[in-house]
């Protein structure tokens, strides 16, 4: 069954320093998404993302962060200098179109 | 943003019998409900999703009854089995949008 996979499974990384998260979608599918949940919270749009460039945003969304499809393949979610409170586990989903979306597995960040 | 409620943290069933999850929204453009299901450490799993304009879909032991009048929602889950123990979250769905809008979860415990 085909899946999203996502990469790394946990990264840490010190306070201010950029990361980039990893996304591989299901191969057919034209919509991307990036949702995060804090640890206790609800899960949370970040951002979507169809035809090369983003569809919608969220107000957490600001212009620390960036998503790119640099290839066929990969989805990839950047935050340029992170923060304390960026600490969550962020899920990248896809879906086709009129479909529901697929989630990953998540990619648990700590900042210190 | 409590657009998307469940107010139950917790459900607590025995195996065999109904497990209702209960989800209520306040957001009457939304025209799209799903449940995702979640095991620690793993991204949401699609269940099964409605269309605002049905009131019931139904996928082997789960079932989804939305009434819109409402604007309350709720999957029922029969007979439950131990492996059903998990996280379920509503989501719903704006028309025109991608988004997701998440419910906090319900932790549902089927013992046997």
């Known amino acids: 069954e085909p899946e999203v996979t996502q990469t790394p499974s946990h990264q840490v990384t010190q306070m201010g320093q950029e990361v980039i998260l990893r996304c591989v979608p299901i191969s057919n599918h034209l919509y991307f998404y990036w949702y995060r949940q804090i640890l206790g919270q609800k899960v949370e749009f970040l951002v979507s993302?169809?035809?090369?460039?983003?569809?919608?945003k969220s107000e957490i969304f600001d212009d620390q962060f960036s998503v790119e499809r640099p290839d066929g393949s990969n989805f990839t979610l950047k935050i340029r200098s992170t923060k304390l409170e960026d600490s969550a586990m962020y899920f990248c989903a896809s879906s086709g179109q009129f479909t529901e979306a697929f989630f990953g597995q998540g990619t648990r960040l700590t900042v210190v | 943003d409590q657009q998307v409620k469940q107010n139950s943290p917790s459900l607590s069933v025995q195996e065999g019998r109904i497990s209702i999850l209960n989800c209520d929204y306040t957001?009457?453009?939304?025209?799209?409900f799903l449940w995702y299901k979640k095991y620690p450490a793993e991204g949401p799993t699609f269940l099964i999703s409605?269309?605002?304009?049905?009131d019931k879909n139904e996928d082997g032991r789960f079932t989804v009854f939305l009434n819109k009048s409402a604007k309350h929602l709720s999957l029922h889950i029969v007979p439950s089995q131990p492996g059903d123990s998990a996280v379920y979250f509503c989501a719903a769905r704006r028309a025109g949008t991608d988004k997701l809008i998440f419910g906090t979860g319900t932790r549902l415990q089927v013992f046997p």
């Open positions: 409605i269309s605002s304009i049905k």
């Open positions: 993302f169809y035809n090369n460039e983003i569809s919608e």
């Open positions: 957001n009457s453009m939304f025209d799209y």
